[in-house]
Structures are given as C-alpha cells and as structure tokens.
C-alpha cells in the first residue's frame, strides 16, 4: 500500500454543503413551521416534530436511501456540531412517528408546503400558471399492498406538478386504484393550496382524464386543457373524415390536422388535435394473417389525439405545449422517486407510507426553492448532480474562542459564501 492508514479525532464531515443546506432551511422558518403544523407527541421526553423532521429532511438531500440511513447523519458530529443538532432520533424512533401520527403528520406537510409555495410563485410570477396531474406506482411488497393493473403491488399516488416541477399536492393511494379516479376531485384539491384570488391558468393530463366533467369545470373555471384523447368510435369516424389534403407536416415522420368533437355529457365541443404518425404500413397481402388485436394496436400507434378548448393557439403550438408533460411532469416524478427514493416506502401501514411520502416530496420542493439560491451553473441539475458538486463536499469543523469554524479546501470558499450570503438574503424577505 502506498499510505499509512491512522485515525483522528478531528470533527470532519463529508456534508459541507448538506450544512449549507441546513443553515438555509433554518433561515426560512423551517424550525417553526414544523412545530406549528406538525403533531406533538405527549411524552415528556419526546423529541420535537422538528427535531423529527430536520435530520429527515437532511438525510433525503444526502442520498439516505432507506429510513435506516438516518444513522449517517446521527454519525456525523461534524455536521451536528454546525446545525446545532442535539437529538437526532433512530430509525426506530421514526417509524413509531411515522405510524403515531399518519393522517396529521401528512395534512402538516401539506401546510407547510403551502407556506413555501408563495415563495416559489414570486419567482413564476410572469409565467403562465399550469398544472400538470398525473398517476405513478410505486411498487411495494407490503403485506397490506394491492396489485395494480401492472400486475404487481403496490402504491399508485396521484401527483399534482406546476411550473418547473413544484408538487402541490399528492393524493397517496393504493396499487389498485386506477389512474381516472377522481381527477376532477384531485385538481380541486391542487387548487385549494393556491393563495386566495390566484388559480390555474391551464391543466394538463394524459387519457386518464378525459372526462366529460374535467371538460365542463375548466370551462366553467375559465381554465384551458389539453388532455390526451381517447380514440373510441366517434374519434375514429371523424378521423377517417379528415381529407389528405387537410394534413399539414408537423415533423418529418408527423402530420398533423383537427376537429371539432363533443362527447356524452360535455357542455360545449373542443378542439381535437390528430397527430398522424408515419410508421411502417402493413401490407395489404398480409391482413388476412394479422389478428385483430395487432390491426388495432398498428392503428392506435399510428394517431395520437389531443383535446382541447384552447381556440388561441396553433394545432402545432397545442402539441408542443403539451408535450412539455413529458418535462415538467414525468421526468419531475423520477427525480421525486429516484433522487429522493420515494420509490422506497419503509412501513406496511398505509398513513405512515402517505407521511413519508409527504416528506419527501418537501424535501423535493425544498431542493427546488435551494437551487434558486445557487450560481446559475448549478441550477438546472438534478440532486445527483448537487450531491457531487455541492452537497458531498468535505470539510473540518473547529471550536475556536467559542466560535464553531468551518474549514473547507480554498476552491470551494468563494461558491460556499456566495450560496451563504444569498440564503441570508433570502432570509430577509
């Protein structure tokens, strides 16, 4: 071996900017907010739910995978001594919150969500406001889980996202609910977390909610679509209607055209954007020996379907827009269930899995409002890339005329203090 491999008793951290982190979240109110919103256990010796909440928080933004993971935290006196983190409870400790207090705990992440909304809406207060639902399934191996129509066990939570990524809201549900329940119901309660006289300007959903009610309340809101298309019998009529000279070129494999439609139960007709796709045709030779599952497989590949009441915009503006879901919904939900682990859930009782899962996505939305603190460079990465850059930076912690100093290598300081200096500012607003 090339080294000598000796201890110390040096307070040193591999969480640098963890601590960072956690001075910001502090300066934001993070301490109050979650004893005001939070439950309170009565045992005299109970920690705080901050106390609870904190490290939790701290854990998810450093890669923490499962709740056990709490113990690197609690190891890491360094970072302790630099947050002032005197109690730190053990998994064990955890789970028991979890399980004591699932249904309060959850609707206090979502208080305090919505505190931290407001913030986050000053920084899109130009923007459009739209909101982007959308089901994900967790898969579990719970004993109390369900099956999902993909034939394995699990949660499917209903996620609600607008601009950049922000969950507004979630409504946890089991394996087995399907994706089209209660849309109308989960878009009223997105709506309830916006301030008072502040509402959606538009929503955007996959087939799941193309419903005759979600049409009729957006249009009795003032609140455009574009909601994924189901093609039934109707549908294919009209598309089959459209002539070839209606096509316009949307791509090199696409063409695009529209109708007007209406369905059972719909107040007014809606735009329905047709996306024509150029795959390889089937020969006619062939037909006789095709079934009539792939036939309708082949057809259903080939037309993809957008509705709308959006009389503004282009077809081809719709299509763009709305396939922005894939951006700001999508690939939003995998960094919620990958960068945070959401796609761990650590109990077999369902409120305490609905909690959970309520904090991670605060530590998701608290990672958001952070990266807007950050120099411009390191805005648009992903936690992954955070945890590398930022977060896993090292550094020793000294107790120097009872001051605590941080001491990190000479590169880091400048990107350190700017990130500091920032967060005090933010801190004053």
């Known amino acids: 071996m090339g080294c000598k491999l000796e201890s110390t008793n040096e ?50 933004h450093s890669g923490g995978r499962v709740l056990d993971d709490i113990k690197e935290i609690r190891l890491d006196t360094a970072l302790s001594r630099l947050l002032k983190m005197e109690n730190i409870p053990t998994a064990g400790a955890f789970t028991k919150y979890l399980h004591r207090h699932g249904d309060k705990g959850e609707a206090g992440i979502r208080k305090i969500n919505k505190q931290y909304l407001k913030r986050f809406l000053k920084s899109i207060k130009n923007e459009e406001l739209i909101l982007d639902i959308d089901a994900s399934f967790i898969e579990a191996h719970k004993s ?5 129509y993909k034939g394995e066990p699990g949660y499917m939570p209903m996620i609600g996202h607008i601009n950049g990524g922000w969950v507004i809201d979630v409504d946890f549900r089991d394996g087995n609910e399907a994706p089209a329940n209660e849309n109308l119901e989960f878009i009223k309660q997105c709506q309830l977390q916006l301030p008072i006289g502040i509402k959606f300007n538009r929503v955007r959903i996959d087939s799941a909610g193309y419903q005759a009610s979600i049409f009729n309340y957006c249009d009795k809101e003032e609140m455009l679509f574009t909601i994924s298309g189901r093609k039934d019998r109707s549908v294919w009529s009209s598309i089959n209607d459209i002539k070839d000279d209606e096509w316009e070129i949307l791509s090199k494999k696409e063409k695009i055209s529209e109708f007007f439609h209406s369905m059972n139960g719909t107040d007014n007709a809606f735009r329905m954007i047709v996306v024509k ?44 827009l709305h396939r922005q879901r894939g ?103």
């Not at 109390?144 to 999902?148: D, G, I, L, N």
């Open 144 to 148: 109390t889980t369900k099956y999902s």
């Open 277 to 320: 796709k150029d795959i390889t045709p089937i020969l006619p030779t062939l037909e006789g020996y095709i079934s009539e599952e792939v036939m309708k497989q082949h057809r259903d590949e080939m037309y993809y379907c957008i509705a709308t009441n959006d009389n503004d915009l282009t077809a081809k503006e719709i299509v763009k």
């Open 11 to 60: 307070k040193l951290t591999p969480r640098t900017g963890v601590a960072i982190l956690g001075e910001y979240l502090k300066g934001m109110g993070f301490e109050s907010f979650c004893n005001k919103n939070l439950p309170i256990s009565n045992h005299h010796r109970a920690y705080t739910p901050f106390e609870f909440i904190y490290p939790l928080i701290l854990m998810l």
């Open 327 to 429: 951006e700001t919904s999508e690939n939003k939900i995998k960094e919620l269930k990958n960068g945070f682990n959401m796609s761990y859930l650590p109990t077999s009782d369902f409120k305490a899995n609905a909690f959970y899962f309520a904090i991670g996505t605060l530590a998701y939305n608290l990672f958001l409002l952070f990266k807007q603190i950050l120099d411009k460079s390191l805005q648009h990465h992903t936690v992954k890339t955070i945890r590398y850059k930022l977060y896993n930076i090292a550094g020793k912690v000294i107790s120097h005329a009872r001051e605590t100093v941080l001491k990190v290598n000479e590169q880091f300081m400048e990107l350190l203090q700017n990130i500091r200096d920032r967060a005090y500012q933010m801190s004053l607003e």
